[in-house]
């Protein structure tokens, strides 16, 4: 009897219960289509710029392009130094990711497995060099920079970007690293595996998405810092960041140009993006997800 | 902690000890040589004690800049935080419609910085931006190069635009790994949709909302390159933040001692921030641990 009681209640609210998860349904799906307008909207502007000419640019403002121009891209693609200036920026990001990765890897194994003299002190400010306000370091690289002679190489920009993606780079590994048991490192010494072909033939690959997410958070923070980069070069080293400067002249900005060259800058990042879709929230949280 | 003792794991660590030292230590001594010494060019240093450091502490100038950024920093954190967490919230589950999803979410945050800024700087101009056209047409009077109000608007939703995403892929990550059995208990417990969030939802995300909150005060803290690209810390110094302040005095006026104080000051501060950080960091590995 009372069981009958308990579930009436229940019963008799069922109708308007099933509206209620419909409207939530909408209001949460209404939400995140407004969230990635809001997101897409701002790139949609600029694509849509580099299609138009500078006089269309300045003279309206319309939602497409009334005359559909590729001159800004041939511009970008026709002038060396534009071009070059990805060309510059991709040597760089690739010198620091190979630098980054290849001093991390046994850096994290060390973190993960073994505990010694210093070790959190260690980690800790690693993690204060990854956190560093770029502005504090840009005036002393530039005379640390120039003191050894590496002023203006793709070396010098690519050891400066070592300080934030190193850290971040074993940070990344170590959290990876732990997820592995440490039973298959015993089990291949026992087997008579040495320490080095041990990691190249075991390890790595049992670690593999962890060193190609690292490698990818490497890329990106080195691609979107251009405040670094801009003060380590000049002449030789034109990055994109310098070229970008080039289009205000005394004429004006040519914003169809500035558009197309943004543009170009955020497509390397859009390609890669598919496939570390997953990781993304770990290598931003520093491997701790 | 069963970690077993090797002294000779050093060896491990010490290409990245040398390499990040490199680019740390010697560039942080020159700025504290700078800050302790007077110069007139051509390397003649004076010592000059603890001067800058007493210039900078009782400057006006950095006092407001200082207030600004915390400003700031209060303000992003307020918007981010919980549209982050709402946005994870409505976000699917599982298949393609997810993957497509974290794709364009992820998107802001791989745009070089001072692209971000030049995308924003554009999209709000009354002239040839769709932002500034649209607020202009329909009879807002929105100037950010003389409004101090109108350029603080704009560098919050472009902080809005560039970094929600960031907290959503975390709250998401935080929301995948709760077991499914915790959402059964609480449709047998006839949970609301809020007891959900609040009782099973939120407590699970206690972690990377921590991390999320941690990284945003921080990065928003040192923020420099979009501010400086869409104002330049104009109108006159209303968005002139820590940064952007720190880098007028030491390239605009070429005051590197008090510059060098300031820099020296800003950076313990971030070690402060750090160290909360790592603290909660290593909490989360130690609760991990028993599982």
């Known amino acids: 009897m009372s069981v009958a009681t308990d579930v009436l209640p229940a019963t008799v609210a069922r109708p308007r219960a099933a509206e209620r998860p419909r409207l939530r349904l909408a209001v949460s799906y209404g939400l995140l289509i407004a969230y990635v307008l809001f997101l897409l909207v701002p790139i949609y502007w600029l694509v849509n710029m580099s299609f138009k000419t500078n006089t269309e640019i300045l003279s309206s403002v319309s939602l497409w392009p009334a005359t559909f121009t590729l001159a800004n891209y041939g511009k970008i693609f026709g002038d060396s130094t534009w071009y070059m200036g990805y060309v510059h920026s991709l040597i760089y990001v690739a010198m620091n990711t190979l630098i980054s990765v290849t001093v991390a890897l046994p850096a994290a194994y060390a973190f993960s497995r073994y505990s010694f003299l210093g070790d959190k002190h260690l980690f800790f400010w690693l993690l204060t060099n990854r956190m560093a306000p770029a502005a504090v370091f840009a005036l002393p690289f530039f005379q640390l920079y120039s003191s050894v002679g590496l002023f203006d190489t793709h070396i010098a920009v690519a050891l400066a970007h070592c300080l934030f993606n190193v850290p971040l780079a074993v940070w990344i590994l170590e959290g990876f690293m732990r997820g592995v048991p440490r039973e298959i490192d015993e089990t291949a010494y026992i087997d008579g595996y040495s320490f080095g072909r041990f990691f190249v033939r075991i390890f790595m690959p049992l670690i593999a998405s962890g060193i190609g997410v690292a490698a990818f958070f490497c890329f990106m923070f080195s691609w979107v810092d251009l405040l670094i980069s801009r003060t380590l070069t000049s002449v030789n080293v034109k990055t994109i960041g310098v070229a970008m400067t080039r289009t205000s002249s005394a004429t004006g900005l040519d914003y169809g140009t500035l558009a197309a060259a943004g543009v170009l800058t955020i497509i390397p990042g859009a390609l890669v993006i598919w496939f570390v879709r997953n990781y993304i929230a770990k290598g931003f949280a520093l491997g701790r997800v | ?291």
């Open chain 2, 1 to 291: 902690m069963d970690k077993p003792v090797n002294q000779r794991a050093w060896f491990l660590v010490l290409p990245v000890f040398l390499l990040v030292a490199f680019s740390a230590i010697l560039p942080l001594m020159t700025v504290v040589n700078y800050a302790f010494n007077d110069t007139f060019g051509s390397n003649a240093f004076f010592w000059v004690g603890l001067e800058w450091f007493e210039e900078v502490l009782t400057s006006e100038r950095v006092h407001e800049a200082l207030l600004r950024q915390l400003l700031f920093s209060a303000i992003i954190l307020a918007i981010e935080i919980p549209l982050g967490i709402a946005v994870a919230l409505t976000l699917p589950k599982r298949g393609i419609g997810a993957s497509v999803c974290l794709v364009i979410l992820a998107l802001p945050l791989l745009i070089p910085w001072n692209v971000v800024g030049t995308i924003w700087q554009v999209f709000a101009r009354v002239d040839i931006g769709l932002l500034g056209a649209f607020l202009s047409q329909i009879g807002v009077d929105f100037n950010i190069g003389q409004d101090s109000i109108d350029a603080w608007v704009v560098l919050i939703v472009m902080d809005v635009w560039h970094w929600t995403s960031l907290v959503t892929l975390l709250a998401y990550a935080g929301l995948q790994a709760i077991p499914e059995a915790y959402y059964q208990a609480g449709r047998i417990d006839q949970a609301s949709r809020w007891a959900v969030f609040r009782y099973i939802e939120l407590p699970k995300m206690k972690g990377v909302l921590l991390i999320a909150i941690l990284l945003r005060f921080m990065d928003s803290f040192v923020i420099y390159t979009e501010p400086f690209v869409v104002t330049g810390g104009g109108p006159g110094s209303a968005t002139t933040f820590l940064s952007i302040d720190l880098v007028k005095m030491a390239i605009g006026q070429f005051d590197l001692g008090p510059a060098a104080a300031f820099s020296i000051m800003y950076f313990f501060v971030i070690l402060l921030i750090c160290w909360v950080f790592y603290t909660v960091m290593t909490n989360l590995d130690r609760q991990d641990l028993p599982e």
